[in-house]
Structures are given as structure tokens and as C-alpha cells.
T-cell receptor
Framework: AQKITQTQPGMFVQEKEAVTLDCTYDTSDQSYGLFWYKQPSSGEMIFLIY??????QNATEGRYSLNFQKARKSANLVISASQLGDSAMYFC???????????FGTGTRLAVRP | GAVVSQHPSWVICKSGTSVKIECRSLDFQATTMFWYRQFPKQSLMLMATSNEGSKATYEQGVEKDKFLINHASLTLSTLTVTSAHPEDSSFYIC????????????FGPGTRLTVT
């Protein structure tokens, strides 16, 4: 069975600073994909970044980067230069093999302070 | 980017009635759609996988007779909550993966269901 663990229920960060949201995963499959989604208070899930298990380099998308440490089974999200609009829930998710099913973590609520 | 819509965005119904929620992919064809349920301050739980032209695959513990899913076309999937009860009150979110598209799933804006 697959499992995603997000141990930080809530985080604060000062505007313009960087923040790291933790995510660890557990799977016995060698092929998998890791995702981060942002969920603002309005409810929609916004795709942020993806990392494949065979990708050699850490994924980056603008201010978002994924610190992928395969041996430690961690896929932490780093948000640089935080903005007030970054305040939201952030979910880490995993897809295993060629399947489409996503397993989500419990989420981390990020609050950006002005 | 790919857009997924849901209708209605919120609905209030009385206990015992049925409610239908639509999920549409607006600018791409989705052979597979997913239905999730999210309780307040909790994570998304996959309810079922909906495939166009075939029966949905339900996750363990999800009552298929209570949550009817129909994927009638490549752009539309519906979730019907039958004989709704207050414990069915939740946020229901659909997602879709485009045929031949990239890896990510595109999520709809969600439907908040309140059963009184």
C-alpha cells in the first residue's frame, strides 16, 4: 500500500522568505510520481509541481522547487520568495506505476505573514 | 491550461433526496475522471474512478449503490448521491486526465453538498 505523510499541520512564513513543506512517502514500487497541489480557501486544487521517481534532477516550476531525496523517501516542496497569495493548504500526493490514482497526504496549511 | 468545471458549486438538499453533480472537461477529452470526497480540514479521499463507456471502479468502503457514477461521454461524468443523509455532507471534487496528455490531473472547483 502507498502512503504519504505530511507532518506539519500548519506553517507560518514571513513574506518574501523561503519555506519548506515536508512530505515523506512509502511505496514498494520503483516507478512512481510525486505531486504537490495547492488548495486555496475557495477549494480548487491547483497543480504546482511533479517529480518522477526516475528523474535525476529536482523539479522546478518558477518559485516552486521539489527537494527529492529518493533514499530518504522524501519530496519536500520549497517555495521561494513567499507571497501573501501563497497562503493556502498544500497537499503532497503520489501516483504509483502506470496507474492514475493519486494518494494524498493530510496537507499543510501555510500562512504568509506580511 | 486544461479546465474542468463542476456544477453545481454548492447545493443544499433535504435528507432522503438525491443530488446529481456534474463534472465536465471543457477543452480536452478525458477518458478517465476521478471523484474525491473531502471532509472539513481533511485530505482528499478517492471515491471512484470513472471511465468513459464502462462501469466505474469504486474504492473499498464506498457504496456503489449510494454514489452512482456515469461517464456518458469523453467530457462529462456525473456523480449522483442517492437518498442523501446528513453524513453525506461534504466537499466533492472531480478530476480528469486528458487522453494522451501529461501526467497531472486537472481538478474541478468542487461542489459543497449540505444535507439537512
Amino acid at each position: 500500500a502507498q502512503k504519504i505523510t505530511q507532518t506539519q499541520p500548519g506553517m507560518f512564513v514571513q513574506e518574501k522568505e523561503a519555506v519548506t513543506l515536508d512530505c515523506t512517502y512509502d511505496t514498494s514500487d520503483q516507478s512512481y510520481g510525486l505531486f504537490w497541489y495547492k488548495q486555496p480557501s475557495s477549494g480548487e486544487m491547483i497543480f504546482l509541481i511533479y517529480q518522477g521517481s526516475y528523474d535525476e534532477q529536482n523539479a522546478t516550476e518558477g518559485r516552486y522547487s521539489l527537494n527529492f531525496q529518493k533514499a530518504r523517501k522524501s519530496a519536500n516542496l520549497v517555495i521561494s520568495a513567499s507571497q501573501l497569495g501563497d497562503s493556502a493548504m498544500y497537499f503532497c500526493a503520489m501516483r504509483v506505476g502506470s496507474g492514475d490514482k493519486l494518494t494524498f497526504g493530510t496537507g499543510t496549511r501555510l500562512a504568509v505573514r506580511p | 491550461g486544461a479546465v474542468v468545471s463542476q456544477h453545481p458549486s454548492w447545493v443544499i438538499c433535504k435528507s432522503g433526496t438525491s443530488v446529481k453533480i456534474e463534472c465536465r472537461s471543457l477543452d480536452f477529452q478525458a477518458t478517465t475522471m476521478f471523484w474525491y470526497r473531502q471532509f472539513p480540514k481533511q485530505s482528499l479521499m478517492l471515491m471512484a474512478t470513472s471511465n468513459e463507456g464502462s462501469k466505474a471502479t469504486y474504492e473499498q468502503g464506498v457504496e456503489k449503490d449510494k454514489f452512482l457514477i456515469n461517464h456518458a461521454s469523453l467530457t462529462l461524468s456525473t456523480l449522483t448521491v442517492t437518498s442523501a443523509h446528513p453524513e453525506d455532507s461534504s466537499f466533492y471534487i472531480c478530476s480528469a486526465r486528458s487522453f494522451g496528455g501529461k501526467y497531472e490531473q486537472y481538478f474541478g472547483p468542487g461542489t459543497r453538498l449540505t444535507v439537512t
